[in-house]
């Protein structure tokens, strides 16, 4: 019953481009413009277009910008 618990708990390995879009506060044609030009990481399989979660929140802090 414990593993059944803890599998309910575990975080998606990956975001389709609806959740990612969500997650990071951009429309889905900012995301799609983003998977176009290669800017950021995707995992793709097949036809799908999928997101790891770590990979989207490391490019997210490699874009901030720190004030001066």
């Known amino acids: 019953m414990e593993a059944q618990e ?3 708990s575990l975080a998606p390995l990956t975001w ?3 959740e990612c879009s969500k ?3 951009v429309s889905r044609r900012t995301l799609s ?3 176009n030009n290669q800017e950021i990481p995707v995992v ?3 036809s799908r277009v999928l ?3 770590e990979a ?3 490019w997210l802090a490699e874009k901030e910008v720190k004030p001066i």
């Open 6 to 8: 803890n599998s309910n």
């Open 16 to 18: 389709d481009m609806d």
């Open 44 to 46: 793709r399989i097949g």
């Open 33 to 35: 413009r983003f998977v």
């Open 23 to 25: 997650q990071i506060g």
């Open 56 to 58: 989207v929140m490391q």
């Open 51 to 53: 997101f790891r979660p």
